[in-house]
Structure formats: structure tokens, C-alpha cells
């Protein structure tokens, strides 16, 4: 196990760089942060040189793989960091430099043990991308398909492990003090960014999420997924069919080649609404570099690492607050918030719809080019203080992608407006979903599923309390020592870590502050 030094001196080394190249500012110089750690950044700000424009992009690299990953999520969020550091994180995303190429075929070679010209007919020695965890190189296999191959960089697996052991102290940290820290859940939203690097990072699971989005899109008209290679697929490369067309956000190159881009924005917002809300499995990093138009304005999507998950209940729930919203039925979003449980019982069911009111009226009534899903969704979290909703994480991951998604609909066509376009889908949807048909045939079905689950589920009882006893089942998350306990143990408090711990706790509220923002 790390020892606790080490992880301080890992956040003490990243709080600097970040206060180095500025990027503590939107920590500094947010309302919400509290006095102390205002303060705080004040100190580490102390004896650097900071830039009149912060760098978040070199910042959040020289940090290192997982803080890389967080500032590529923080690229597609102009509602949180502004328009500038998201201009500026964006580099993060296609502009890293590339590993050299002998490193590439060796990492191909051992995973498979044999040489790359058996795989291979062909490889391009110059990538054609490269990002944080992995870079991707052209090539023709034997039979003479032009494919894509993906490379983990050398070593990521080690180093990214390495950083979010000491993400997860940091979290267990914060949460212990309690309050607004406590509310946003710092530890669970580092356990779902490891999940999903994790998912990254094996890349047989990519190209299994590629495959499941792959059925689950096949009814949509002009939207696909590139077929996978599982031949010439493993942990730590994929291979995949080769996509030919040009970046969604190359606006002039798709007018050039006669593209109609009202169309392609408008079927781009309904290929994510089939994802989000009828398969329940959406591509959760819907970025400019990863989807391309083909020359029949088929959009292709690439890069399946970050996918998101939405069980059918919060769907319905989701499927009726967009509805809602649309409609003005505010309460009805409201009692939905209850009934999930996102707002405790003990607040007002009036005076949440209310909030709601104050979300949604400002939007209504007006042109349909200057109504923002992303602007009301950005309104609706920032109520949750008001009324003490936990942050949830898959909520989190929805609203950043759907930001994404209108950001990009409307690069294509100012005048679209998710709402025109989301509504007749989600009113179907509703429909089939909850019509007296669809009651009862989902009523029969989990009724008859709850009766073929008693007999298993009387067991698990059994298994779990035993007559004699038995150990419960361990927690989900794994205890974290913390290190004031530690210094009540040693009867010498903090006079182990008086300096360490100031400036470690300013670089952990800094990276925990930014995560709470996804």
C-alpha cells in the first residue's frame, strides 16, 4: 500500500503545476468555493509565475494520464470551465505528441507474440492520431482491408494506476470533511472516471462496446459503427475497419462536398436519443474528432472507450422530466426528482417545482434557435445545492454528452433546437413505453419475473444469513486510512504532516473540485 507521503507529495507536485500554469483560477475565482480553499490557492500561488492566459491544457498534461482524461472531459464542458479553457483543453484531444513507432511495434508484437508483418501486410509508421491512453496507425491486413489499428502507449496501464490510487486517497479526504464536499461525492465520481479509463484501457472491451452499440444503432438510418477485427484484437490493441470522411467539424469541408448538414445534425440528435434513451447504451464521447461523415453522409462514430448506462426506470424518469420540461408540467419533473429520490423527502415538493419554474419559464416563449437543452440541464443542476441532491454520476455523464451532442448539432445548423428535434422521439417513445399496452405487458413481465427469482432469491438469503453466522459481503468501495485517524494512533497528530498536508489537501480539493464538475 502507498503511504500516505507519497500520496501528498504526488498532490503537492500537481497543485503546483496547476497553480504554475493558472489553471487554479476557476477554482479561486468560483463562487461556490469556500473561503479556506480561496486561501489556499492564494498560498500555492505564492513564488510562480503564472501566465496572463491559463494553460489548462499543458497543465492537465504535465499532470499526467488521469488528470489528461479529465481535462478532455472538461474540453467538451464550456458551461463549467468557459469558452476559453475549452478552446484551449481541446488540444488535449488530437495534439499529443505520438510514441515513437519501435515502441508501437513492440507493444503489437509482445501482445500478440508474433511479428507484425503476420498481422500486417502493411502498417503506417506515422499515426494518424494520438491521445492520451492510445495512438492509432493505418494499415492493409493480408487479405488487403485497410483497417485502423489502436496502440496502447507503452506503460499507461502502470502510470495511470499509479495516479488514480492517489485520486481515490485524495477523495476519501475530502469527502471525510463533510458539507458541499460531502455532497458532491468525490469517491464515487473517481470510482465511475476508473471504471471507465479502466474500460479504456482494455481494449478488448472497446471493441465489445463497439460491437453492442453497433446493434443497438442498426435501425438508425446514416449512422454506423466500423466493424471490428477480433482477429487482430486484444487487451492492448484493436483493430477496426478503416473510416473514410471528413471530421463533423470541418463545417467548409462538408459544405465543399455537397453535404446537407440540417439533415446531419438532425440525424446525429436522434442517433443519440435512440442511444440514451431507447437502447439505455450511448457512445459518451461524442467529441468532434470522433465522428466523421462519409461521402453518402453516413456519420461513422469511432473511439468506444467512454460509454454510458441507463437502466430502463431512470429512462422513463428521464424520458418524463424532458418532457416535462418541454411542456411546462413542473411539478411533474418535481414529483419524478422525489420518486427517484434525488431530492430527500424532507424538502418541498412546491417549492422544488417552483426552482424548476424559475429553470424553464425564461426558455419558453422564445425563438426555437435560442432555447439550450444544455443552457436548462446546466440550470437544473445548479438547484441540486438548493436542495441537497447528491451528485449522480450517470446523470453527470448523460448531461455532459448531450452538452456535447447539441454543441455539435448546432455547429452544423444554428437554427436546430434539441427540444423541436427531441420532442416527437420522446413523446413516441413515452407512449410505447408507458400506454395501457405497455403497462400491462411490463407488469405481467416483471411480475412473472419476480416469481421465477423467489426460489434463488430465498437461497442468496440463506447464503448471506446463515444460522451460524458468516461474514457480510464486503463494502464496494475499499476503506481508505485516513490520516488524521493515522495520527491519533501515533499519538502526534499533525506534526507529522504540517506543511504537507496544507498544500496536498489545496492540490486535492483543486483536481476533486474539477471532478465534481463532470
Not at 496501464?157 to 475530502?174: Q, S
Not at 461524442?286 to 460509454?307: C, K, R, W
Not at 429512462?315 to 426528482?337: D, F, K, P, S
Not at 436542495?387 to 449522480?392: G, L, P, Y
Amino acid at each position: 500500500m502507498t503511504r500516505p507521503a507519497t500520496h501528498i507529495w504526488r498532490l503537492l507536485k500537481w497543485g503546483r503545476t496547476l497553480a504554475r500554469h493558472g489553471a487554479l483560477r476557476i477554482i479561486e475565482q468560483d463562487r461556490n468555493t469556500p473561503a479556506p480553499v480561496k486561501r489556499l490557492c492564494r498560498i500555492a500561488r505564492l513564488g510562480t509565475v503564472q501566465p496572463k492566459v491559463p494553460d489548462y491544457a499543458e497543465a492537465f498534461r504535465a499532470c499526467g494520464p488521469a488528470a489528461i482524461k479529465l481535462g478532455q472531459t472538461l474540453a467538451t464542458r464550456p458551461d463549467i470551465v468557459g469558452e476559453e479553457a475549452a478552446r484551449n483543453l481541446l488540444m488535449l484531444q488530437d495534439s499529443l505528441p505520438p510514441v515513437p513507432f519501435a515502441a508501437i511495434r513492440g507493444e503489437i508484437e509482445a501482445s500478440f507474440d508474433k511479428p507484425v508483418e503476420e498481422l500486417y501486410a502493411h502498417i503506417d509508421p506515422e499515426a494518424v492520431g494520438t491521445a492520451s491512453i492510445a495512438q492509432v496507425h493505418r494499415a492493409v491486413t493480408p487479405d488487403g482491408r485497410t483497417v485502423a489499428v489502436k496502440v496502447l502507449r507503452p506503460g499507461i496501464r502502470e502510470r495511470f494506476a499509479r495516479d488514480i490510487e492517489t485520486y481515490e486517497w485524495a477523495a476519501a479526504h475530502l469527502e471525510a470533511l463533510g458539507g458541499e464536499a460531502k455532497r458532491l461525492r468525490p469517491r464515487a465520481i473517481i470510482a465511475n472516471l476508473k471504471r471507465w479509463t479502466l474500460r479504456e484501457l482494455d481494449l478488448r472491451r472497446e471493441a465489445a462496446s463497439a460491437s453492442e452499440l453497433a446493434e443497438a444503432v442498426g435501425g438508425v438510418s446514416g449512422y454506423r459503427i466500423p466493424a471490428i477485427d477480433w482477429d487482430r484484437t486484444n487487451g492492448r490493441v484493436m483493430t477496426l475497419e478503416w473510416i473514410d470522411g471528413i471530421k463533423v467539424s470541418d463545417r467548409e469541408g462538408l459544405i465543399a462536398a455537397g453535404h446537407d448538414l440540417p439533415q446531419i445534425a438532425r440525424r446525429l440528435v436522434l442517433a443519440f436519443l435512440t442511444q440514451a434513451i431507447h437502447a439505455g447504451f450511448f457512445h459518451a464521447d461524442m467529441h468532434q474528432g470522433n465522428l466523421f461523415i462519409e461521402p453518402d453522409g453516413t456519420i461513422a462514430a469511432i473511439d468506444f472507450g467512454i460509454m454510458g448506462r441507463i437502466d430502463r426506470r431512470a429512462r422513463v424518469w428521464l424520458g418524463e422530466i424532458i418532457y416535462g420540461l418541454n411542456t411546462g408540467n413542473y411539478r411533474r419533473v418535481a414529483e419524478i426528482h422525489f420518486e427517484a429520490q434525488y431530492v430527500p423527502g424532507w424538502h418541498s415538493l412546491d417549492e422544488f417545482a417552483t426552482a424548476l419554474r424559475a429553470v424553464g419559464e425564461p426558455m419558453r416563449g422564445k425563438p426555437v434557435h435560442e432555447v439550450s437543452v444544455g443552457g436548462m440541464l446546466d440550470g437544473l443542476f445548479a438547484i441540486t445545492r438548493d436542495f441537497d441532491m447528491a451528485v449522480q454520476p450517470h446523470l453527470l455523464l448523460l448531461q455532459k454528452t448531450m452538452v456535447m451532442v447539441e454543441g455539435l448539432a448546432t455547429a452544423l445548423d444554428p437554427k436546430i433546437n434539441m427540444w423541436d428535434t427531441s420532442g416527437p422521439f420522446v413523446a413516441e417513445w413515452m407512449r410505447d413505453e408507458m400506454g395501457p399496452e405497455a403497462f400491462l405487458a411490463n407488469r405481467l413481465r416483471e411480475d412473472v419475473g419476480t416469481l421465477a427469482r423467489l426460489p434463488d432469491l430465498v437461497r442468496r438469503i440463506e447464503e448471506r444469513f446463515p444460522p451460524k453466522g458468516g461474514a457480510p459481503e464486503a463494502p464496494p468501495l475499499p476503506p481508505v486510512p485516513l490520516i488524521w485517524d493515522r495520527g491519533k494512533r501515533n499519538a502526534n497528530p499533525w506534526l507529522a504532516y504540517p506543511a504537507w498536508f496544507v498544500l496536498g489537501g489545496l492540490a486535492a480539493w483543486a483536481l476533486m473540485r474539477l471532478h465534481g464538475g463532470l
